[in-house]
């Protein structure tokens, strides 16, 4: 029997709720940091980067099960992806290379990024104004892949040889770049959760990993441990809903909704609420995280929400407009 697709797995959206907010709280502490060397557990939150990795597994997961399970078609996937991805980020996007070209020093750090990779996300191994934006070349460029292979009916071939091209060739950019595997880690686990395949162990598996990993030094180099078990802790959790033994919240799932709004948002947040804040900890610190989630809910709430919806009406005023005329 496959999973119920008629609604969302609420812990997965729970899963990018959190992401987003360890990706928050990772580009907090530096800014904080600026103004206030006292502000406690810094390393902690340089580690915040994870909730990339946690990003890319999730990505994996939700692509291929999406697609299989709404039986998209090659168009309706692109547009779909679209849709999703590049339309919510284009004017964030573009607003960040207007800002960053004006005040360069407005940025945390300077850096040289493209406006072609700004306006694009294309996988270039030149970096998009908006600094998070390297995540979504990668994201842009598993799409492709990822169409490419699936529609082609060569997934797992194709998968097979473009792991076996990280592995091989790591330092040939965006396509060969070893955190494209934690799509990979995805994929397996939303294949494993379609044929209801886990265990209970699978939690402390997870918990094993991320403490070896620890244990390891918590080095970045090292990231793909803490995608395993990602892939480990999303699959298990998304069984145990499934089944019936957890259920999330509807504010968390609300803000998992609203996670790719706040991803995109608070890298242009930061500099304004940190300078204008009282450089101060712990008040600082509170007013960087509250001004970045108001707005990023503002966001998807009075733009990204109402822009999906729109879109998906006129999607299926066409479809249904299509299949009236071949009738």
């Not at 959190?18 to 990772?26: D, G, N, R, S």
């Not at 959760?193 to 162990?201: A, D, E, N, T």
């Not at 790719?260 to 204008?276: E, F, I, M």
Request: proline share 6%.
């Amino acid at each position: 029997m496959e999973p119920d697709s008629r609604r969302t797995i609420d812990t997965l959206q729970a899963g990018r709720a959190i992401a987003a907010f360890v990706v928050l709280l990772h580009h907090v502490g530096p800014w904080a940091y600026l103004y206030d060397r006292s502000v406690p557990g810094l390393g902690a939150l340089e580690r915040g980067y994870v909730g990339v990795d946690f990003f890319f597994v999730l990505s994996g997961f939700i692509i291929y099960h999406a697609t299989v399970e709404k039986k998209r078609s090659v168009r309706g996937f692109a547009t779909a992806r679209l849709r999703r991805v590049l339309l919510p980020y284009l004017p964030i996007g573009l607003l960040a290379a207007v800002v960053y070209a004006r005040f360069p020093g407005l940025q945390y750090e300077p850096r040289e990024w493209s406006w072609l990779s700004s306006l694009t996300l294309l996988p270039l191994n030149a970096a998009p104004a908006l600094s998070v934006a390297w995540t979504l070349q990668h994201e842009m460029f598993f799409y492709f892949a990822f169409a490419l292979l699936y529609f082609s009916r060569l997934l797992w071939p194709g998968l097979a040889i473009w792991l076996a091209a990280i592995v091989f060739w790591p330092t040939g950019g965006i396509p060969v770049h070893p955190i494209n595997i934690e799509f990979m880690f995805g994929i397996m686990a939303a294949v494993l959760y379609r044929r209801k395949i886990g265990h209970w162990l699978l939690l402390p598996a997870a918990a094993a990993l991320l403490a070896l990993w620890l244990f390891l030094g918590g080095l970045e180099q090292q990231r793909l441990i803490v995608g395993l078990a990602c892939a480990l802790l999303t699959l298990e959790v998304a069984l145990l809903e499934q089944k019936g033994a957890i259920r999330t919240p509807a504010w968390l799932v609300f803000m998992g909704a609203a996670s790719y709004a706040l991803y995109l948002t608070h890298d242009l947040v930061l500099p304004v609420a940190t300078r204008l804040s009282a450089h101060g900890w712990p008040l600082m610190f509170a007013v960087d995280v509250l001004a970045c989630l108001a707005v990023g809910v503002g966001y998807y709430w009075f733009f990204e929400r109402p822009l999906l919806k729109l879109l998906t009406k006129r999607i299926l005023i066409k479809e249904g407009t299509a299949r009236a005329a071949s009738t």
